[in-house]
């Protein structure tokens, strides 16, 4: 019986299983995690670019269609981070620069698609108001594991890789 029945916690003998006691997850650093910001500004500022390049020779090759897609390039930033965190490697560019990764805190396992797409959405939101981000930083100097805000409200954690 490889899954659990519903209310049930999962098996310790089923593949993959890993207890949250044997993870070897060291917290990050908020200054690995600022310069890996800083770097991924200009990652995703080259990502833009390439991004608008395709959507304007779609649109000449469509007579003016694909033009519509320039509506997505402000979701960039959080395409991005879907794409890089919600992959294999669990981390973006600057992430990786910087030695960090995504993950889930009690399992170590790897944060799908939609969940690193929300994790994106919530920082840009809170970096975009002072008030936001200025309580999000703040739950990362008050904590011990030095997770910040949206990473307690989607339950994901950044360690070092």
Do not use: C, K
Request: hydrophobic share 55%; aromatic share 12%; no cysteine.
């Amino acid at each position: 019986m490889l899954n659990p029945p519903p209310g049930y916690a999962e098996r310790l003998d089923t593949p993959g299983y890993l207890p949250p006691t044997t993870l070897p997850m060291v917290r990050a650093s908020l200054g690995a995690r600022t310069v890996a910001y800083l770097l991924d500004i200009l990652f995703i500022f080259g990502f833009s670019i390439l991004l608008w390049l395709a959507i304007a020779v779609l649109g000449v090759i469509t007579f003016g269609l694909g033009w519509t897609l320039f509506a997505v390039l402000p979701a960039s930033g959080i395409l991005y981070s879907a794409i890089t965190v919600g992959g294999a490697r669990q981390s973006t560019l600057g992430m990786r620069m910087m030695g960090l990764r995504v993950v889930a805190p009690e399992t170590g396992r790897q944060v799908d698609f939609i969940t690193a797409a929300v994790h994106a959405l919530l920082f840009y939101v809170a970096v975009s108001t002072f008030l936001l981000w200025f309580v999000d930083i703040v739950f990362g100097f008050a904590r011990s594991d030095r997770r910040l805000g949206h990473d307690l409200l989607l339950g994901l954690a950044v360690v070092r890789g």
